[in-house]
């Protein structure tokens, strides 16, 4: 696997990340801890270094997985966490944000913990708080990296004006939010900002949270657990609209020999050199497959084609629910 550094950071990383979140939270009834740490671990044997996890995870659960899987090389991999959501101290989401500095300490102590590690090498604010300032929040994080006990600081699904803000406080390393060919707004305006500054990009759902891969139909069913139940863009009529994207998809990666799933991971690390997709699953398979893609190479009348054939079709659908999309920075 080769590597990438996130921006001027000089925080380097496998080119592909893993995204644990799906082992625990998210996609229906989580993988029990076995499972998840052979996953991980498998990822490792295959030269993943980057490991995406977050507190509201479960919560917690994640980061206990995560932990247990990476402990024996902790050294060889880094690991991303998150604060921000509003977690009671018995792990109950109580909803909401809640980016105060002494919670952010609080997070970080207690994820150091579950983590099994000295340091957190990238402490990502998940959601911009608008209660508390953003210079209050980089302050918060540049007192961790003084003491050690982080390395970078991250914040995900922020807007530019957040972004300036916090990186004058404390530099911001990596900027996480939702990017691919099913979600292509980062490019209007944040990725030009990433540039500017010196930000690496982490995208996560890079497969469209499945959609990309080409398993999903509008007759697919979800686990009741799964939140693209809530998702409108995952609705039946707008999945069915939205299958003329991936029978696209299907037909490149066709010509190239490959999958839908590696042509959409491709696409995305021939965007910008600084970016780091982070895909997840559950099955070893799909871990193969998926960093199968970082090997797969575009030409340019490929990316040509791909734009030409995919950056016309219309897609339907929110891609989140109207409570998560109020928590969007814009």
């Not at 990186?167 to 939010?177: I, K, N, T």
């Amino acid at each position: 696997m080769k590597t990438r550094q996130l921006g001027s950071s000089g925080l380097e990383v496998s080119a592909l990340g893993f995204g644990c979140m799906g082992l625990s939270f998210g996609y229906g009834p989580p993988t029990d801890t076995r499972t998840g740490v052979d996953l991980i671990r498998a990822a490792v044997d295959r030269g993943v270094t980057f490991f995406d996890t977050a507190e509201v995870y479960g919560p917690w659960i994640n980061e206990e997985v995560v932990g247990e899987a990476l402990a024996p090389v902790r050294d060889r991999v880094q690991i991303a966490t998150k604060f921000g959501f509003n977690i009671g101290d018995d792990g109950q989401n109580l909803g909401g944000l809640n980016s105060r500095p002494e919670r952010i300490r609080q997070v970080a102590e207690a994820s150091l913990k579950r983590l099994r590690t000295d340091r957190i090498d990238l402490f990502y604010q998940h959601r911009v708080d608008p209660a508390v300032p953003m210079e209050d929040v980089a302050g918060a994080v540049r007192d961790l990296i003084t003491e050690g006990k982080v390395a970078h600081f991250g914040m995900s699904e922020a807007g530019a004006d957040a972004i300036r803000r916090a990186h004058a406080v404390q530099p911001v390393a990596a900027l996480q939010s939702e990017y691919s060919l099913f979600w292509r707004e980062p490019e209007e305006a944040i990725l030009p900002l990433l540039e500017d500054l010196g930000i690496g990009f982490v995208p996560f759902s890079p497969l469209g949270k499945g959609f990309l891969t080409g398993a999903i139909t509008a007759e697919t069913r979800f686990d009741a657990g799964d939140f693209r139940n809530s998702v409108p863009r995952f609705d039946e009529a707008n999945r069915q609209a939205n299958l003329a994207l991936v029978e696209q998809l299907k037909l490149i990666a066709a010509d190239k020999g490959t999958t839908p799933a590696q042509i959409a991971l491709a696409w995305l690390l021939d965007q910008k050199p600084w970016i780091v997709p982070i895909p997840g699953t559950t099955k070893l398979h799909r871990l193969e497959e998926n960093l199968g893609g970082a090997e797969v190479v575009l030409s340019p009348s490929d990316l040509a084609a791909i734009e030409a054939r995919l950056g016309e079709i219309d897609l339907i659908g929110e891609r989140y629910p109207p409570a998560a999309q109020a928590m969007i920075n814009r």
